[in-house]
């Protein structure tokens, strides 16, 4: 693994902790949507959503407009555009991980439920990609209350670039045949090709040319030029979900998958589109005794039995499909004790989890609330194993997030695919890499912009481990001078949400209003 500043991790040192500890030196790669100074931005064309598929050379991003926009990379396929392995790692040479824009296509259009008299936004709240197959790209894409299953294939475009004998020369010598071939004809060639029964050949004239049998020819030759993406929207999952569905995920056999809205999650096989399984309820009988929303739901990466889902107490439940067919008992829960005399009005706001994400080998789950990220073990269900500090210099400020409904932010969180780092998107276009290797103190702060270090302050924290006696929360400065713990002032109305990290490299897409960027190390 080639490590920050592209030197290689010397041999003394074992493999895995020089990886891991060693914080990575991040450069710009590309940004696409770029806006320029001044330039006003449609809210239907800010990025709403952001998923790799698992070999990390597609990009699909969702956006508030209904649309789905996908990406390819271009710099593993040699020029015949077979995949190339050699030095996909190997970025110390100036090259980088390089996407280029493929297709979009019209996921979801607004809608108006006149039974409920409510609107339904075309905004793309998550999307996950399915196993390839066949050369095609498929796709799981969700608003609030419809999910749909996408095809995107190349198909080729037929064209007439030759006609065999001269038609009007034809019909002055003679009858060729009726005028139902003539315009069964043309329909064939608009349509690439006819059946028998379309063909209108059933009413052919049988007279023939003066020429004989021997002039007869057919009228076209039909040849493929060049190809065209495709996007067929092949189901559509709909009118099952009665509140706004914040999570969709593919299961591990390839078959099913679930969605999860406030108060339930349902399981879908993927070929059957009228018909869902409820398996998670957490509706009260009386609607007064709720007391918590699932805000988040994943299946985990290997075994096609176990799911987890988060709640906006800030506690995971791991659940087992094979213990009953409605999962009202969890195998597992993890959260973490609350501290005693740090409660206060905000308390159960901050602590509500707007993401869960399982690690590529299924033992840890990676959460994400308003102040933190937490890494849990899920053979440990004593706390979690730790945590980092995100929003901790906005302790002083709750009152105004929550005047100002900042305090309501969902932030998204990823892992890398070794599982040495973490990450997640903060205030004023920023986003934070964390280091949770043992022995690591990597805390990097990067800028979604073409210099990603502008801002960077040198201010490594060690993880503050959740299971020690002291109080899980550090204050850096508990002052209100509205900067953030680099020293720079922050900026509420400029958030990054959104980001994903590349299944098996070092490289992070992000999303900064209506602009991808992507960086790599």
């Known amino acids: 693994m080639i490590g920050g500043g592209g030197e290689e991790a010397t041999a003394t040192a074992p493999a895995p902790a020089a990886e891991g500890s060693q914080p990575l030196d991040w450069k710009f790669a590309q940004v696409f949507g770029e806006r320029t100074a001044g330039e006003e931005v449609q809210e239907v064309d800010i990025i709403s959503a952001i998923e790799f598929d698992r070999t990390g050379d597609h990009l699909a991003t969702g956006d508030r407009g209904g649309r789905v926009v996908l990406f390819e990379r271009t710099d593993t396929r040699d020029h015949g555009g077979h995949r190339r392995e050699l030095e996909r790692m190997d970025y110390s040479n100036g090259r980088h991980p390089e996407f280029r824009y493929k297709t979009e296509f019209q996921s979801h259009e607004p ?224 959260e973490e004790p609350e501290v005693p005399g740090t409660r206060s009005f905000f308390t159960e706001i901050i602590a509500s989890i707007s993401d869960i994400k399982f690690a590529k080998d299924g033992r840890h789950i990676l959460s994400r609330d308003y102040m933190t990220l937490k890494l849990w073990d899920i053979n440990m269900d004593r706390g979690p194993v730790a945590t980092f500090q995100v929003h901790e210099y906005l302790r002083p400020k709750l009152c105004d997030l929550y005047e100002n409904d900042s305090i309501f932010d969902k932030f998204e969180c990823c892992l890398s695919g070794d599982g040495h780092r973490v990450a997640t998107g903060s205030y004023s276009n920023l986003f934070r890499v964390f280091g949770c290797s043992e022995g690591s103190t990597e805390a990097t702060t990067l800028e979604a912009s073409k210099n990603p270090m502008r801002r960077q302050v040198q201010t490594p924290t060690r993880p503050s481990k959740s299971l020690s006696t002291l109080p899980r929360v550090l204050r850096r400065g508990a002052d209100t001078s509205g900067v953030d713990a680099n020293g720079n002032a922050f900026d509420f109305t400029t958030k990054l949400l ?22 790599y190390a």
């Not at 590349?502 to 602009?515: D, L, M, Q, R």
């Open 498 to 519: 959104h980001l994903a990290w590349h299944p098996t490299e070092n490289s992070i897409a992000c999303a900064a209003s209506n602009s991808l960027y992507m960086y």
């Open 111 to 334: 809608e108006f439920d006149y039974l409920k008299s409510l609107e339904i936004e075309e905004k793309i709240n998550k999307i996950r990609w399915c196993q390839a197959a066949n050369g095609a790209l498929f796709l799981l894409s969700t608003n609030d209350k419809t999910i749909k299953f996408w095809k995107v294939q190349e198909k080729k475009v037929k064209k007439v670039c030759d006609l065999n004998m001269d038609l009007s020369r034809a019909m002055g010598n003679g009858p060729v045949v009726s005028s139902s071939i003539s315009a069964s004809s043309k329909s064939c060639m608009a349509n690439g090709g006819c059946d028998e029964r379309s063909s209108g050949y059933s009413s052919i004239d049988t007279s023939l040319p003066s020429g004989g049998l021997s002039s007869l020819r057919l009228p076209m030759v039909v040849t493929s030029h060049e190809t065209s993406l495709v996007a067929r929207c092949r189901r559509i999952y709909a009118h099952a979900h009665d509140y706004h569905i914040n999570s969709i995920s593919n299961n591990s056999d390839g078959e099913t998958f679930i969605s999860a809205d406030d108060l339930r999650i349902n399981l879908w096989n993927l070929e059957i589109s009228n018909q869902s399984f409820n398996i998670v309820d957490v509706k009260p009988a009386n609607m007064e005794d709720l007391t918590e929303v699932i805000t988040s739901a994943e299946f985990h990466p290997t075994h096609c039995n176990t799911l987890a889902y988060s709640s906006s107490r800030g506690s995971i439940r791991l659940i087992d499909m094979r213990q009953s067919a409605l999962c009202d008992t969890h195998s597992k829960l993890f």
